[in-house]
């Protein structure tokens, strides 16, 4: 007989009584357990910052690299600095948990990547991990992060440990992780259709962390050209944000019914809160971070939370720690509001794609990303009003971006997926009839495009339908 989890609750440090614990979904998987613990864990130190946890916030590679130098002259008891390296949230927060007990000894940190720094060290794949030793100018230890990671990195650190300090024990090495299958799609197409499909969840999770954890990254204050971003970017999730899915009611004549998306239509009750807050603000030229902060969580909180910060990514969850995830939720969100504003027949539809381009260039983390964005929107594809005069423009220019995008990663072992390849999208096990002597049928294309982004599948429901297979 099978035994199920019927309750997760995590209790937060402020915890007084049952009414404070959060509730996670209790889903039957340590490593989904464990994903939703450590990110409930992130997420309480960023709103508390206590002084007694490790340090959950990303350093950048500048800093990084001054902290080393400055650690170097530290007469203190950190005999070992640690890096981790990655893009972003991936497994950062577990490795840092998992070094706690080391906190002695080595110093531990996370680091958001930067091309300069990769290049310094040879990085050739995220996560990544070097580790120094006082008093040496190379890092002793240098790997991809993988299942063994942690065990390779206290038998460098231990011995050093067990020496200073008897009593201390290693935690428990984690077993070794399950290599997943990768599906074919060139001969399964029907198992891999399976695999493509646009999650509620995953867009209100990469939206939260687009305007609250990429934006209280940022200096202390919100000015100027950070400022207009921010309000044009929130103005464009306060209208075009997707807050309805389609259900096919007749695929003999492709008649669709629409029915709400509960948790997105909250979501877009704090995007309108927060461009009524920032028009409000835009006389004083400056907002500052911890006022954002507190803005942000206090107008959540009156939603109910509609962002499911502990979910686990679903379309978006990648076959191993540091692909997909993030920068996919962001993808498909944007593509999402194009074909939502298409549906709309905006006036203005250009004014989408810069309020898109002002949000990257002022707050994505990823530098390297950054840059080849905005080379590709003003030199290579540039962004233009004679090349984007109507909704269906709109629409195809980023589709079209994207793929510029696909292509110059396809192979790129470090942010290639090897279930979800850089394929020219839509691929042909998504769509044949896209596809037509080496070339895309726009119309189909666009036929595509409209189905798929329209076809929303509600947050939890990815669950109910797991459950439903398995025990069908």
């Not at 002084?51 to 902290?67: E, G, K, Q, R, V």
Request: glycine share 2%.
């Amino acid at each position: 007989m099978k035994k199920y989890i019927s309750r997760f609750q995590y209790y937060p440090r402020y915890a007084r009584s049952r009414v404070d614990a959060i509730k996670l979904e209790p889903k039957h998987s340590l490593s989904h357990m464990r994903n939703q613990l450590t990110q409930v864990l992130r997420n309480e130190y960023n709103q508390f910052r206590y002084a007694d946890w490790p340090d959950f916030t990303f350093l950048t590679a500048d800093s990084a690299m001054a902290m080393r130098n400055f650690w170097n002259k530290m007469n203190d008891s950190h005999e070992f600095l640690a890096f981790l390296f990655e893009q972003f949230d991936s497994v950062g927060v577990e490795f840092l948990l998992d070094m706690f007990p080391l906190r002695k000894t080595v110093l531990t940190r996370r680091i958001i990547v930067s091309s300069p720094i990769i290049r310094s060290f040879t990085i050739t794949q995220l996560p990544y991990i070097l580790i120094f030793k006082r008093n040496q100018d190379g890092p002793i230890y240098q790997s991809p992060y993988g299942p063994h990671s942690l065990q390779e990195v206290m038998s460098i650190t231990y011995a050093h440990v067990a020496h200073t300090q008897p009593v201390f024990h290693v935690p428990p090495v984690p077993l070794p992780v399950k290599e997943q299958v990768i599906v074919q799609c060139e001969l399964h197409h029907d198992r891999c259709r399976e695999l493509y499909y646009v999650s509620e969840t995953d867009m209100l999770k990469a939206m939260r962390m687009a305007i609250f954890d990429e934006v209280i990254k940022t200096d202390s204050n919100i000015a100027d050209t950070n400022l207009t971003a921010l309000l044009n970017f929130i103005n464009v999730l306060a209208e075009h944000f997707p807050i309805y899915t389609s259900n096919t009611t007749s695929r003999t004549t492709n008649q669709k019914s629409f029915s709400a998306l509960k948790q997105s239509t909250r979501a877009k009750s704090v995007f309108l809160h927060l461009r009524h807050f920032l028009e409000a603000n835009k006389g004083k030229r400056a907002v500052s971070t911890s006022v954002w902060r507190n803005q942000f969580q206090n107008i959540e909180r009156v939603y109910g939370y509609p962002f499911p910060t502990n979910a686990s990514w679903e379309h978006c969850k990648g076959t191993a720690p540091g692909y997909r995830g993030y920068t996919c939720g962001l993808w498909t969100t944007f593509h999402a509001m194009t074909v939502n504003a298409f549906m709309q027949e905006l006036q203005t539809p250009i004014d989408l794609l810069l309020g898109i381009r002002g949000w990257v260039a002022s707050f994505f983390g990823c530098l390297d990303c950054r840059r080849h964005f905005l080379h590709m929107t003003t030199t290579l594809y540039p962004l233009t009003k004679s090349r984007v005069k109507n909704t269906h423009d709109m629409m195809f220019y980023l589709w079209r971006a994207h793929n510029i995008v696909n292509a110059r990663l396809h192979g790129d072992k470090a942010t290639e997926d090897p279930q979800f390849e850089k394929r020219q999208f839509p691929p042909f096990f998504l769509c044949s009839t896209c596809h037509s002597d080496g070339m895309f049928s726009r119309k189909n294309v666009r036929d595509f495009l409209i189905n798929f982004y329209t076809a929303i599948r509600p947050h939890n429901e990815t669950q109910r339908i797991s459950n439903s297979r398995q025990f069908s």
